[in-house]
């Protein structure tokens, strides 16, 4: 926070900073930072309102609740990894940011895990923005392959076009809409507000749900005439806005009607910040300020409503005394500058929205006002709700209402502290909106080339924008006061499909094919699964083979030891096929092993003897450990004579192949072995004479890391079988008697 | 479970030597045959040994940790020292060596690598001890 005030001052003269810190190079990925005007304010938001949120967290919980380690981790890792995503000027690194973010997310809606609603929840908005982010991916990589390199300033300035860069950019706004919670996806963001309301007010209302609309913003002025990006953008902003202001209406529950409100508002911002025009940008960019500003606020408010007086219903609440009035005044402020009440933020940037769309628009400016004017009467009509929800007694005008709270105790002036610096800013701007031109302005400098003096104004004159406002309220207050015939109107008109049915049928079907898909591959048959496996061994190389040139019988023998050896080895495996004891067959393997090692010995690998022999004295005593639980006896087959001469020729076919892919391979080197690389290596670089184990640990550590890897999660895994059948025979025992 | 005197004795005397031996691997394996895995396997095939003379129970008394610990502990080791050149602005895994004098044995040659072929010797170690205790009992084995 300290650091983006600092840069503040350069960047809004035009400065941009920028780091590079390269990651992988081999890759090319690296981590590139840039700082420009909007990240700025991003980043200002970002800070200050996570600063605001930990101090307000102090006061909500208590020092003893439980599992608070676990909400402050994800937390601080939230704010870095948006911080990261707002500042980032690399696509893909701006996308590991964006799914830092979703799991976050995904961590601190969960946090209330004893809560089946909560963890719900969870999973829904980590399935819903993980699945956008997905499709992000796709549209990210189509995007930077067409225009040959990731730099998003670099796209930006540059743009290509083609199919394949509208079928990218519809990609990407799907995961921009995901998260941000656009129609018909933003069933999720109410789910999310099962999350405690320090991690509603920081998430889900200031900032992650911003990063979609932030995207978009980026892109706007690039594919602001694309064919595909206005459409999609200003239909899906617009019924976003006009639904979760239809919905915020029908809400009793004062978090579920600021988070309704919050996907309007969002909806608002797609519009302004998407349409790819410069006015609406400079509108968009006020708006997402003020938003910022008052939705913080008022979901602190809600947060301190529910901390004291336990609910959160509106009809319920009737909270006044001397206690209160200072959160009402923040309250009431906050509230009026989302309805747009002049002399506060709010109502700067809906006017210059309502300006913009007067201005520009081609042939949807008629629709986008008419439609922002919708979605802000209902804006005017759900703020004066909340207000008189939560301060003025509702007592007797609604039917079932809960039983009202009294005596609320009011709130410490340290627990509504943190709004007050918000509060104040949405007053100052709103009165002031001079003092945040540098800010804006840089902000939309960076989005648009050329002039970016931006001149905010209160009074603008008797003019069309000002007209629409002033209706807008009027129609908002008349909504308000008919709110109980609304509600009832609302309640009974049929339910609207929403994105949630779709994502429950959707959740229920991979179920269901899950399941079948399990019943068809996993029969259970251990012969089915054996011929599988070996006739894929056989085809694969097999159809490789047929190509490829015959180099000749190699040696065949050095010498009579090897010859010794080798009928060992040969009686040994003829043994174990034909013993009907699976004891016996264990041991008998143990000689095919042993022989091998000899045969290394001899060849002069000490190292692979040692551990062959290591291996196989281990493997035989494992083997008779894991015997005892099975029959002293091989099961006699009682397949008709024609499959068993199908596993004979199967069984040949494979030996054959083998052999014949090993002689082939061995004859078809083109290259020197890299082993003699190794070997002249060994001991400058890495210091060994043995050069089995320079290579092992030094030379390919990487692999033997993954290879213990692999070793340890299958001892994993084997403890966690045994153990758990163990307890579960047990469990069994114990309840039978 | 009936137990063999000599076989319980044999096991007692050259239990000390093997894991000696498998050590020595360890240590040796850089220059000489040997290296963490096959020294993994020895001191697995001597845990073998304590299981075959007196079973799970007796394995158990000897290694008195649990399966899960040198797993651990033995992958933390080999990823600690896969991390720590990079930390050091080196490439990962980057091994480093340096020359010390050690009283008796003389200059010896350590290499961080041997941190490494530690890790991958635990977590030999720890896969044959947990097979042991997952599958070694014996009250379930159906004859």
Redesign the interface.
């Known amino acids: 926070m300290a650091w983006a005030v600092a840069q503040a001052p350069d960047v809004v003269d035009g400065a941009t900073r920028s780091v590079e810190l390269v990651w992988s190079n081999g890759l090319g990925l690296s981590i590139e930072l840039r700082l420009d005007g909007l990240a700025l304010l991003m980043v200002l938001i970002v800070a200050g309102i996570g600063v605001l949120v930990c101090l307000y967290a102090l006061r909500y919980f208590s020092a003893s609740t439980p599992g608070l380690g676990r909400l402050a981790g994800p937390l601080v890792l939230f704010g870095g990894a948006m911080t990261g995503l707002v500042l980032s000027d690399q696509l893909l690194t701006l996308f590991v940011f964006w799914e830092l973010t979703t799991v976050t997310s995904y961590l601190l809606i969960g946090w209330t895990d004893g809560s089946a609603r909560s963890r719900a929840a969870a999973l829904q908005a980590i399935l819903v923005t993980g699945a956008g982010g997905l499709a992000m991916l796709g549209g990210i990589v189509l995007l930077g392959e067409a225009a040959g390199t990731y730099r998003l300033s670099a796209i930006v300035a540059d743009p290509p076009s083609g199919t394949t860069v509208s079928v990218a950019l519809v990609l990407v706004l799907i995961g921009a809409f995901t998260k941000s919670a656009q129609t018909p996806f933003s069933f999720w963001l109410p789910g999310a507000m099962a999350a405690p309301t320090p991690i509603s007010t920081f998430l889900h209302s200031a900032t992650m749900v911003k990063a979609g609309v932030y995207l978009v913003a980026r892109l706007a002025p690039a594919y602001g005439d694309a064919a595909v990006w206005r459409p999609l953008v200003l239909t899906v902003g617009l019924l976003t806005m006009v639904i979760g202001g239809v919905r915020a209406l029908r809400q009793f529950d004062l978090k579920l009607l600021l988070a309704y409100g919050t996907v309007s508002q969002l909806g608002f911002l797609t519009v302004l910040l998407g349409a790819g025009y410069e006015a609406a940008s400079k509108a968009g960019i006020v708006v997402l300020l003020a938003h910022a500003l008052f939705k913080a606020t008022l979901f602190m408010v809600v947060g301190i409503i529910d901390h004291q007086a336990h609910t959160r219903d509106l009809r319920a609440l009737h909270l006044g005394g001397p206690g209160w009035r200072g959160t009402l005044a923040v309250a009431a402020a906050s509230a009026a500058s989302m309805a747009g009440i002049p002399l506060l933020f709010g109502f700067v940037g809906k006017e210059s929205a309502y300006e913009a769309f007067l201005h520009d628009g081609d042939g949807w400016a008629g629709v986008v006002l008419a439609a922002t004017v919708l979605g802000s009467v209902c804006t005017v009509a759900y703020a004066a709700r909340f207000v008189w929800g939560a301060f003025r007694s509702e007592t007797g005008r609604w039917d079932d209402a809960p039983e009202p709270v009294v005596d609320v105790p009011p709130p410490r002036m340290s627990f509504l502290a943190p709004t007050l610096p918000l509060a104040a800013l949405t007053v100052v701007l709103g009165v002031l909106p001079g003092l945040a031109d540098g800010l804006v302005g840089a902000a939309l400098a960076s989005l648009y080339t050329g002039d970016p003096s931006v001149h905010l104004k209160v009074w603008h004159g008797f003019n069309t924008a000002l007209t629409l406002s002033a209706l807008t309220l009027a129609a908002g207050f008349v909504l308000f006061a008919a709110r109980v015939p609304v509600a009832r109107a609302l309640g009974r008109a049929p339910a609207l499909p929403t994105g949630e049915t779709g994502y429950l049928w959707s959740l229920r079907a991979l179920n269901r094919g899950a399941d079948r898909l399990t019943g068809v591959v996993q029969t259970g048959s251990l012969p089915i699964y054996a011929a599988v496996i070996l006739a894929t061994a056989l085809l694969v190389p097999g159809i490789a083979l047929l190509g490829a040139p015959w180099p000749g019988w190699p040696e065949l023998t050095h010498g009579p030891v090897e010859l010794a050896i080798v009928t060992l080895i040969v009686t040994g495996a003829v043994v174990v096929a034909r013993t009907g004891r699976r004891f016996a067959a264990a041991l008998t393997l143990g000689t095919v092993g042993y022989g091998m090692a000899i045969l290394f010995a001899v060849y002069g690998a000490?190292?692979l003897a040692?551990?062959q022999f290591?291996?196989e004295?281990?493997s035989v005593?494992?083997f008779v450990?894991?015997l005892?639980?099975l029959p002293?006896r091989f099961v006699r087959s009682r397949a008709p004579s024609t499959a068993k001469a199908v596993r004979l020729g199967v069984s040949v076919l494979v030996g054959v192949v083998v052999t014949a892919f090993l002689i082939v391979a061995n004859g078809a080197r083109s290259e020197p072995p890299i082993s003699s690389g190794f070997v002249d290596r060994a001991l400058p670089e890495?210091?060994?004479?043995?050069v089995?184990?320079?290579i092992?640990?030094?030379f390919r550590?990487?692999d033997?890391?993954g290879e213990?890897?692999v070793?340890?999660v299958?001892?994993?895994g084997?403890?966690a079988?045994?153990?758990g059948g163990?307890r579960a025979?047990r469990r069994n025992q114990e309840s039978r008697p | 479970m009936r137990r063999s005197v000599i076989v319980d004795t044999t096991v007692r005397v050259v239990f000390p030597a093997i894991v000696l031996l498998s050590l020595y691997f360890l240590f040796a394996g850089h220059n000489q045959p040997g290296g963490g895995f096959v020294g993994g396997l020895v001191v697995g095939g001597a845990a073998a040994l304590r299981y075959v003379a007196g079973g799970v129970d007796e394995v158990q008394s000897t290694f008195r940790f649990s399966p899960a610990l040198p797993l651990g502990a033995g992958l933390a080791l080999a990823s600690g020292t896969a991390l720590v050149p990079l930390l050091l602005g080196d490439a990962i895994l980057e091994s480093a060596k340096r020359s010390v004098d050690v009283p008796v044995l003389g200059t010896v040659n350590v290499t961080s690598v041997l941190v490494f072929d530690t890790g991958v010797y635990l977590v030999v170690l720890g896969v044959v001890l947990a097979t042991i205790v997952a599958f070694g009992r014996d009250e379930e084995a159906t004859p």
């Open positions: 000490p190292d040692l551990t290591a291996i004295t281990l005593v494992l450990m894991v005892r639980f002293e890495g210091g060994g004479r043995n089995v184990n320079v092992l640990v030094d550590a990487l033997t890391l213990i890897t070793l340890l299958a001892a994993v084997a403890l079988l045994a153990l163990r025979v």
